[in-house]
């Protein structure tokens, strides 16, 4: 009997339906059914009762196989999971950063329900920026049509605001998603902020594709903000809307008794309590507050820009189409 003729065979089998994404049970069971077939064709044929016997998969084959296979289903169907599995990571740190060195730009959903005038339910847009050296944190929500999405223009509107409250960031990093596709043309703004060096920061920067763990502050800080602040408010659903969390049971989502006007002014207030909040890594026990002033006190000043000069130079930019001034409070300061 061949055995190493059969052990060959049986792996091309299983790599093949793992490539294919079968589940553990369903490979197993036809794992031993080929197995059988296989020993046949051999000349050996105890019996249908012998040969289920000695035909049954391993557990260790098992393991062995899908630990080394089943990463090749991943890359077909799951570009996202396997780039953060797989993918070389660079190590970066922020020692002798000053704030707004780094701005991290994202676009997402607030979890919380809102009601359009038309009297339909909607989770707001947020577009967040964040200060990498302090880890302050800068949200603007929309409220969207049903049907539409995040535009360059909205983004452009929260862009001013950002800078209208915290100043010229000296540089943005971005994913590749089209709502930033505004901010390849205007670089010469982030020429505005020089650091205490002289040495000009640099421009736009985009993540490479599929790379979460780029964006860790940014993506990660909404998830924070949620379960510290938002998950206690009035319409709060969590991440899983299959699954909603309902103020009364077995009645529908009791949505934020207000308007989007409000809930921004609760997400800067909640922004507040959060800045004042000491924190661990990078922060080393001190808050995003005792960062900022810390730099104020070794001679960081931010570059202040004229708002509506930037609207005018924006208003020209393809694909924006931004009209009025869009000013707010200084929420994260």
């Known amino acids: 009997m061949q055995m190493a003729g059969i052990d060959a065979a049986l792996r091309d089998y299983f790599r093949g339906c793992l490539n294919e994404g079968a589940s553990p049970s369903t490979l197993q069971l036809m794992g031993g059914v080929e197995l059988e077939i296989l020993t046949r064709a051999e000349g050996y ?16 084959f098992m393991r062995e196989e899908r630990a080394r296979w089943r990463n090749s289903h991943m890359y077909k169907t799951d570009a996202k999971g396997w780039a953060d599995k797989h993918l070389p990571r660079i190590s970066r740190h922020r020692d002798n950063m000053w704030p707004m060195d780094w701005i991290t730009a994202d676009c997402t959903k607030i979890n919380i329900y809102l009601r359009r005038p038309d009297g ?18 800068h949200i603007t929500l929309y409220l969207l049509p049903k049907g539409e999405g995040i535009s360059n223009a909205l983004v452009v509107k929260a862009f001013i605001r950002m800078v209208t409250d915290w100043g010229a960031p000296g540089g943005l990093y971005t994913d590749n998603g089209k709502e930033f596709n505004w901010a390849d043309l205007i670089g010469d703004l982030y020429k505005l902020s020089l650091n205490p060096f002289g040495e000009r920061g640099p421009r736009h920067v985009r993540a490479l594709p599929y790379n979460a763990a780029a964006k860790a502050l940014v993506e990660g800080g909404i998830a924070v903000l949620e379960r510290t602040f938002m998950a206690g408010e009035k319409g709060y659903v969590g991440g899983n809307r299959m699954a909603k969390k309902t103020a009364n049971l077995g009645q529908g989502v009791v949505p934020w008794n207000g308007d989007l006007k409000s809930l921004q002014a609760q997400i800067d207030a909640h922004l507040i309590l959060y800045h004042h909040k000491k924190k661990r890594g990078t922060l080393r026990g001190r808050s995003p507050f005792e960062v900022y002033e810390a730099a104020g006190k070794a001679g960081w000043r931010p570059t202040v820009v004229d708002p509506q000069a930037l609207l005018v130079a924006l208003r020209h930019l393809p694909r924006t189409q931004v009209s009025g001034p869009m000013a707010g409070p200084a929420a994260a300061r």
């Open 45 to 60: 044929d105890p019996g249908p009762e012998e040969l289920k016997r000695i035909c049954q998969i391993p557990e260790n």
């Open 120 to 137: 339909s339910l909607a989770t707001p847009w947020a577009v967040l920026f964040a200060d990498e050296a302090t880890h302050r944190f």
